[in-house]
């Protein structure tokens, strides 16, 4: 940390953007499903993440993520989800996390799961990103591998942009041999969001095949594992990303933004770990991505999704995979005690089979029998 902020101004804003592009292999698969797919209007999903990522940035001070809430768009690509109910789910959705936010009940969960499963969890999700990560390279071996050797190459020299370094390569590498799309498709085209009113039989719909999937998947992954982590990488100032503010910034987001078209967003620890594994420290990160987003959503919605495919599948696995490795491995994983370890991977082993959800829930109960077993066997031992 030191060696980062002894950099010069230029080489910090060069790091911001690389951590910048850090979060590219959550939002391209998505986000251009949901807009090719799904048929959402470009200008209104655009400018959705253009805001939020703005604000986080202004509000937090971090590198915190915006990032589609991924129950939700997979239910968007192969449920067939309508506008309005995609603006039904982020609101609902948006109501609820409000109002554990308001009431506080959001932080008494949080500070209630155990240690070993916090880990457990960090641990399934990076396997997630990983998993995912290899699936992208594996599109394009020689483009996806190559990049990643490129990124572990350059993640070793102190204070470079290695992110966009090795996605312009690998834009370029793509082109040549034509692996990505052509820029003659991304001409200039101006859009303008719409106000999407979603009817009594939208919400009903979406409440069942969308709300109650993605309302567990953001309590955890994007509120209490990601105020956990900014925790651990940011002890001075992590404080502020704390479970209360995490659900409302999310809430409020969803609630004004989704009636114009907007995705259901949150925030997310692994575009946490990713961004910060590729050098923002500040949310600068975010206001970039935000920047570019909202040009993007003003001159050129109609074809941002041209735009998006000029990068390389391959080379946004390889960002995923060092990402995916980076959560994986937090600190609370060694620092666990020996008894614990077999509580850390059911609880991996759930979140990475089924979901994070029900690995919250079976590794809370893993973690009380092996509680309760350690008292028996040791009954002077003082349990966390």
């Avoid at 992110?163 to 085209?189: C, D, F, K, R």
Wanted: net charge positive; proline share 7%.
């Amino acid at each position: 940390m030191a060696e980062l902020s002894a950099t010069s101004p230029a080489r910090r804003f060069l790091l911001e953007c690389s951590g910048a592009c850090g979060d590219l292999g959550t939002f391209i698969p998505h986000v251009i499903g949901a807009m090719t797919v799904a048929g959402l209007a470009p200008a209104g999903v655009l400018l959705g993440f253009a805001f939020f990522l703005i604000g986080t940035g202004l509000f937090y001070g971090l590198p915190l993520p915006v990032q589609p809430m991924k129950a939700v768009s997979a239910v968007i690509l192969t449920g067939g989800l309508r506008p309005g109910e995609v603006a039904a789910a982020g609101i609902m959705l948006g109501i609820v996390l409000l109002v554990l936010g308001v009431t506080g009940w959001i932080g008494r969960l949080a500070h209630a799961i155990p240690q070993s499963v916090s880990a457990g969890l960090q641990l399934g999700l990076g396997l997630l990103m990983g998993v995912l990560g290899l699936k992208l390279i594996l599109e394009t071996p020689w483009l996806g591998f190559g990049s990643l050797a490129l990124l572990l190459t350059l993640t070793r020299i102190p204070g470079c942009p290695a992110a966009p370094v090795v996605l312009g390569v690998a834009m370029i590498a793509g082109a040549s041999t034509g692996n990505v799309g052509g820029t003659h498709e991304a001409a200039i085209s101006p859009g303008m969001p719409g106000i999407v009113l979603p009817s009594w039989g939208e919400i009903w719909r979406s409440f069942q095949v969308a709300v109650l999937p993605q309302l567990s998947l953001t309590l955890t992954n994007a509120v209490i594992v990601t105020a956990s982590l900014s925790r651990e990488l940011f002890p001075a100032t992590g404080s502020i990303a704390s479970e209360r503010n995490l659900a409302l910034s999310s809430g409020i987001a969803n609630v004004l933004l989704c009636p114009f078209g907007a995705m259901p967003m949150c925030h997310g620890a692994g575009g946490l770990a990713a961004q910060f594994r590729f050098g923002a420290r500040t949310g600068l990160a975010p206001i970039i991505f935000g920047a570019v987003l909202l040009v993007l959503a003003v001159g050129f919605a109609r074809h941002a999704s041209a735009l998006f495919g000029l990068i390389p599948v391959g080379a946004v696995g390889a960002l995923l995979i060092l990402a995916g490795a980076d959560l994986a491995i937090s600190r609370r994983l060694f620092d666990g005690k020996p008894s614990c370890l077999w509580v850390i991977g059911a609880t991996a082993l759930i979140t990475v089979t089924v979901n994070p959800a029900l690995g919250l829930i079976l590794g809370w109960v893993a973690e009380l029998i092996r509680a309760a077993v350690v008292r028996r066997v040791i009954p002077e031992r003082r349990e966390p």
